[in-house]
């Protein structure tokens, strides 16, 4: 079982830009489907952005063009770089992975943390 622990949170004013991390063990990233979620205080959790194992990657429609999805697998790390932030990007963001293709939908079955990001 993989075992995900993010970071990289904070407080940034609005237009600013983060990375969050969301480092592996237990087991390689590189055959994992992975994906970053966000829940935000109004709303349920909502996929962000997703990158599959081949490399593939999609975003929700909101974050498109400003959040990027990448990884490390030899530091078997995921990573969220985060740019242009705005005010409604405020959540706590988790990382989740699994060796099924769930895309942006929720059925992962391994989850970190989480890491709060506030703009602001």
Same mark, same amino acid.
């Given at each position: ?6 970071s ?9 830009s983060l990375r ?9 990233i590189?055959?994992?489907q992975?994906?970053?979620f966000r ?7 909502? /996929?962000?952005? &997703?990158?599959?194992?081949?490399g +593939?990657t999609?975003? #929700?429609? $909101?974050?498109?063009g400003?959040?990027?999805?990448s990884?490390?697998?030899a ?12 005010v ?10 699994d060796?099924l293709?769930?895309?942006? /939908?929720?059925g &992962?079955?391994?989850w970190?943390? +989480?890491?709060?990001? #506030?703009? $602001?």
């Amino acid at each position: 079982h993989v075992q995900l622990v993010e970071s990289g949170g904070g407080l940034v004013q609005p237009g600013g830009s983060l990375r969050l991390s969301c480092t592996a063990s237990g087991d390689s990233i590189s055959a994992y489907q992975m994906a970053w979620f966000r829940r935000r205080l109004e709303n349920g959790r909502e /996929g962000v952005a &997703y990158l599959d194992s081949d490399g +593939g990657t999609d975003y #929700t429609y $909101s974050v498109a063009g400003r959040f990027t999805i990448s990884k490390d697998n030899a530091k078997n790390t995921l990573y969220l770089q985060m740019n242009n932030l705005r005010v409604e990007d405020t959540a706590v963001y988790h990382c989740a992975a699994d060796r099924l293709r769930f895309n942006l /939908g929720s059925g &992962y079955r391994f989850w970190g943390q +989480g890491t709060q990001v #506030t703009v $602001s």
